[in-house]
């Protein structure tokens, strides 16, 4: 498996941009699809954007499509999420995850997980 730690988190105003980050351990980040998922108190966890191994492929979530970007760079293991045009609807705590499933979207088939960081706009 591999460790996931993410940063970034903050409080933002709407309409604003946030970039959060997901530092990943070990020599395999790279062979891993990787995902973010966000979760707010009473709520499932809801799958928001993921990147394939290979190629990069992203997919999207309809609520974020064209606002949100996730990229990754496997020379230095880490993952990003880049926020922009941030709705308060968008408050929750966001989590990297890592999966060996090709195009995951199920939280259930990501094998690791950070601990997640929040992110709050307000209105």
């Known amino acids: 498996q591999v460790q996931l730690v993410e940063s970034g988190g903050g409080s933002v105003q709407a309409g604003d941009s946030l970039r959060i980050s997901c530092a990943a351990s070990g020599r395999t980040f790279g062979t891993y699809t990787m995902g973010w998922f966000r979760q707010v108190p009473g709520k499932e966890r809801e799958f928001v954007a993921g990147i394939s191994r290979g190629s990069g492929r992203q997919y999207y979530s309809e609520s974020v499509k064209g606002r949100f970007t996730t990229s990754r760079d496997n020379a230095k293991n880490a993952l990003y999420l880049q926020m922009n045009n941030l709705k308060p609807e968008d408050t929750a705590v966001y989590y990297c995850?890592?999966?060996?499933?090709?195009?995951?979207?199920?939280?259930?088939?990501?094998?690791?997980w950070g601990l997640g960081t929040q992110v709050t706009v307000s209105s």
């Open positions: 995850a890592a999966s060996n499933a090709f195009g995951a979207t199920n939280p259930a088939v990501f094998d690791s």
